[in-house]
């Protein structure tokens, strides 16, 4: 039995297909280079990580235009950073310690669900626990945030404020400052993705040392 997903256009996405695809992308793949697998699986240096939504709509590889082996990813549900997240602590430790990725982006997005979720005051479940993190942001800016009253605009500058303050929390991490500290060359970005025009807007917040934190981040090795 297959379970029928319609996609947003109605287009039926079926188990089978899925399956059906694969072996098409494999064909048309090996078609462009016989050797793409053989070097793929010899194994992976990817420049960088990417902590992105989980959103459908934002897949790294396709928005940036590259392909696999290059980028190693890590999404959550509206890209929360904290210091809790094993998972999230995990990609980043291995990511950075081993992979040694030379850039790390928290991408953000508009019309992020999440986000909308967190501005308001509905409960949806145990993902409100979740998304409470993004209240703190909220809390974080409160003094900006309660002076926009356009509601789409309150949204858009809550997801751009959820993926600056993301960036600044992988700042932050103990991984993040070792690394700097052991001079390796590593930079930190903020990123907000458009699913209107699926272009990505650079939030300007990047970080390549330990200089810009705010010192009660900062940590002695
Ligand atoms: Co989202």
Same mark, same amino acid.
Request: glycine share 6%.
């Given at each position: 039995?297959?379970?029928?997903?319609?996609?947003?256009?109605?287009?039926?996405?079926?188990?089978?297909?899925?399956?059906?695809? %694969?072996?098409?992308?494999?064909?048309?793949?090996?078609?462009?280079?016989?050797?793409?697998?053989?070097?793929?699986?010899?194994? $992976?240096?990817?420049?960088?990580?990417?902590?992105?939504?989980?959103?459908?709509?934002?897949?790294?590889?396709?928005?940036?235009?590259?392909?696999?082996?290059?980028?190693?990813?890590?999404?959550?549900?509206?890209?929360?950073?904290?210091?809790?997240?094993?998972?999230?602590?995990?990609?980043?430790?291995?990511?950075?310690?081993?992979?040694?990725?030379?850039?790390?982006?928290?991408?953000?997005?508009?019309?992020?669900?999440?986000?909308?979720?967190?501005?308001?005051?509905? $409960?949806?479940?145990?993902?409100?626990?979740?998304?409470? %993190?993004?209240?703190?942001?909220?809390?974080?800016?409160?003094?900006?945030?309660?002076?926009?009253?356009?509601?789409?605009?309150?949204?858009?500058?809550?997801?751009?404020?959820?993926?600056?303050?993301?960036?600044?929390?992988?700042?932050?991490?103990?991984?993040?400052? %070792?690394?700097?500290?052991?001079?390796?060359?590593?930079?930190?970005?903020?990123?907000?993705?458009?699913?209107?025009?699926?272009?990505?807007?650079?939030?300007?917040?990047?970080?390549?040392?330990?200089?810009?934190?705010?010192?009660?981040?900062?940590?002695?090795?």
């Amino acid at each position: 039995m297959c379970a029928k997903i319609e996609t947003q256009d109605n287009k039926a996405i079926t188990y089978e297909g899925l399956l059906e695809g %694969n072996k098409a992308w494999v064909a048309d793949t090996l078609k462009e280079d016989p050797e793409f697998f053989n070097k793929l699986s010899a194994g $992976q240096a990817p420049p960088v990580l990417w902590i992105g939504c989980s959103d459908s709509r934002v897949p790294a590889n396709q928005i940036t235009n590259t392909m696999p082996g290059d980028i190693f990813v890590h999404r959550n549900i509206a890209n929360v950073v904290t210091h809790t997240d094993m998972n999230l602590l995990s990609v980043l430790d291995y990511s950075v310690n081993v992979l040694k990725v030379k850039h790390i982006i928290v991408c953000g997005h508009y019309g992020c669900g999440g986000v909308n979720a967190a501005l308001g005051d509905k $409960q949806v479940g145990l993902i409100d626990n979740w998304l409470r %993190n993004i209240k703190d942001v909220y809390r974080i800016h409160e003094r900006e945030m309660s002076t926009i009253k356009d509601p789409v605009r309150k949204s858009e500058r809550l997801v751009e404020l959820n993926a600056i303050e993301g960036a600044a929390n992988v700042m932050s991490t103990s991984i993040v400052q %070792n690394a700097w500290a052991a001079g390796q060359e590593l930079s930190v970005h903020a990123w907000v993705y458009s699913l209107k025009t699926g272009l990505i807007t650079d939030m300007k917040v990047s970080a390549s040392n330990s200089e810009d934190l705010s010192p009660v981040f900062k940590m002695q090795a």
